[in-house]
C-alpha cells in the first residue's frame, strides 16, 4: 500500500468513525461495517428529512387556521359602521 493510499484509508476511517458517532443506532454499537454505516446514515437522513415535512406541514396547517381566525375576526369588523371622528361636532 503506498503513502498516498495509506493516508486515505485513514481519513476514510476517522469519517466513518465521527459519522458513526452521529448516529444515534449505532452509538452503542462496538463495531459497524462501511456499508452498514452508510445504508444506516441514509435511513437517518430520511428519517429527519420525513420529520422535517411534518413540522412544516403542522406549522403550515396552524398558521393556515390563524390566518382563517384572522379573515374571520376582519370580515366581523367590518360589519360595525365607522365613526366619522373628523366631524365630531
Known amino acids: 500500500m503506498t503513502r498516498t493510499s495509506s493516508k486515505k484509508a485513514k481519513t476514510t476511517q476517522m469519517e466513518l468513525k465521527k ?15 462501511p456499508m452498514e454505516i452508510v445504508m444506516e446514515t441514509i435511513r437517518y437522513i430520511r428519517q429527519l428529512e420525513d420529520q422535517l415535512i411534518d413540522r412544516f406541514q403542522l406549522d403550515l396547517s396552524s398558521s393556515q387556521s390563524s390566518f382563517s381566525d384572522v379573515s374571520m375576526n376582519s370580515s366581523l369588523s367590518s360589519s360595525i359602521p365607522l365613526q366619522d371622528i373628523g366631524n365630531s361636532n
Do not use: R, Y
Open 19 to 33: 459519522l458513526k458517532s452521529l448516529l444515534p443506532s449505532l452509538q452503542q454499537k462496538s463495531s459497524s461495517s
